[in-house]
């Protein structure tokens, strides 16, 4: 959800980047760094995250599929 508001905002002109650092969701989220670093891991390699690196380091954002996946995933537990 962090990564979809992040590219939201940013599709809003709201922000000036798309994605969010593992740092900026660790302290947002009240979890490790490492946690979050395993977590984008695997978001990655299911192609539902995208990792940009830039000057400033690594940022993440969500892709449309990761999109698809989250409403999808929404859909089922507002169902239940």
Do not use: C, F
Request: hydrophobic share 30%.
């Amino acid at each position: 959800l962090q990564l979809a508001a992040a590219k939201l905002s940013y599709l809003l002109s709201s922000t000036q980047t798309p994605g969010l650092s593992i740092q900026e969701i660790s302290s947002d989220l009240g979890v490790s760094s490492k946690s979050v670093s395993s977590r984008l891991s695997e978001l990655v390699k299911e192609g539902h995250a995208e990792r940009i690196s830039n000057e400033t380091g690594n940022q993440y954002t969500v892709t449309t599929m990761g999109i698809m996946w989250l409403s999808d995933n929404l859909k089922q537990k507002s169902s239940q």
